[in-house]
């Protein structure tokens, strides 16, 4: 009997020796990079949750462009969260998986299609172009004129060398009336039409040119369509905020209205939630592509990273169909919604 209790003794010495597996120095290291990972990763899952969500603010131009690239966020999040549980770090994992979920409850809704309203007047089918300041190939956006069947196309950065370079490559022979205002650099905007356009004020003090027009179609309401491009937020935050609220906000009693183009701005953005809770819907989150990234749209990226541009409609209006072709010689990809107005 003794000599089994000093062997269970010198048993427990030498067990007690031995260092735990997580305070290897391999192991600390291993949890402090978790660590590390984590807090920027908290961080901007707060700044989204709590900043944006609850307190309807987007911060400067460091936050509010860290906002547009929330999905990307949440992603990355979600691999961190996995590989802290498989590393059996449970406190992060589980910080951080709880994160992720939070996050997607919020961009889910975008990836499902949502009830429009019983609409069953006329069609219009709108594009939206950005030219990269004027880049962009002239004859791949007639074709994509021609390929959608489109019946108004607005175009942003538009450059006078690119206004004369559309009509030749044909588009006025498909959409003949056109409200051009063509500028140097990025500043040009326009709309063009397959049906006749009445010229109507520019809107907003925008730094770029955001001409609108009221389209008369075929044996249906009129619709005014405005080509939005706001200010880059990383330029100007408060710039961008203004020209976000300076946009005509949907109400019952006015004329039905398409916002259409660049709006530097995602869901993700309070200024441009608040824009839709004046009475307008986003067609592409209607249809449940609302997290179809549009920008950058570069060789050296795999894939876009944020949902920039977008077609607005009057929330009296249905989106039936929404499409991002890519645009060669662009940086955006373009817009297409199908859309289907009050009778």
């Not at 951080?96 to 949502?114: D, E, I, N, Q, S």
């Amino acid at each position: 009997m003794r000599r089994y209790r000093v062997r269970r003794s010198r048993e427990q010495v030498r067990g007690r020796e031995q260092p735990h597996p997580r305070s290897t120095p391999v192991a600390r290291v291993v949890t402090t990079s978790l660590v590390l990972l984590a807090v920027p990763f908290c961080a901007a899952a707060g700044l989204r949750l709590v900043v944006s969500g609850l307190l309807w603010t987007d911060g400067n131009r460091y936050t509010t462009a860290l906002l547009a690239l929330t999905p990307a966020v949440t992603l990355a999040g979600g691999l961190l969260g996995v590989l802290a549980l498989v590393l059996r770090r449970w406190w992060i994992g589980g910080v951080v998986t709880a994160l992720v979920v939070a996050l997607v409850a919020v961009m889910l809704p975008r990836a499902l299609p949502a009830d429009g309203p019983d609409t069953g007047g006329a069609t219009v089918r709108v594009l939206s172009v950005n030219l990269f300041f004027g880049r962009v190939d002239p004859e791949a956006v007639v074709e994509l004129v021609r390929e959608y069947e489109v019946d108004v196309l607005t175009v942003l950065e538009l450059h006078p060398r690119t206004a004369t370079e559309l009509e030749a490559a044909g588009l006025g022979e498909l959409l003949p009336h056109q409200h051009f205002i063509p500028e140097t650099a990025a500043a040009g905007s326009g709309i063009a039409s397959r049906y006749p356009l009445e010229e109507l004020g520019e809107v907003g003090g925008s730094w770029f040119r955001q001409p609108s027009a009221r389209v008369r179609l075929d044996s249906a309401l009129p619709v005014e369509i405005v080509a939005v491009h706001t200010v880059p937020p990383v330029t100007r935050a408060a710039d961008w905020r203004a020209e976000l609220r300076a946009l005509p906000e949907a109400t019952t009693d006015a004329p039905l209205r398409i916002l259409s183009g660049d709006f530097n701005a995602t869901l993700d953005h309070a200024e441009f939630r608040r824009l839709l809770g004046s009475g307008y819907a986003d067609a592409a989150g209607q249809v449940g592509k609302g997290l179809v990234p549009t920008w950058p749209l570069r060789r050296y990226l795999p894939v876009p990273l944020a949902t920039l541009d977008h077609i607005v409609l009057d929330a009296r209006a249905s989106a039936r169909e929404v499409d991002t072709p890519d645009v060669s010689g662009g940086d955006h990809r373009a817009v297409f919604a199908e859309i289907v107005l009050p009778g």
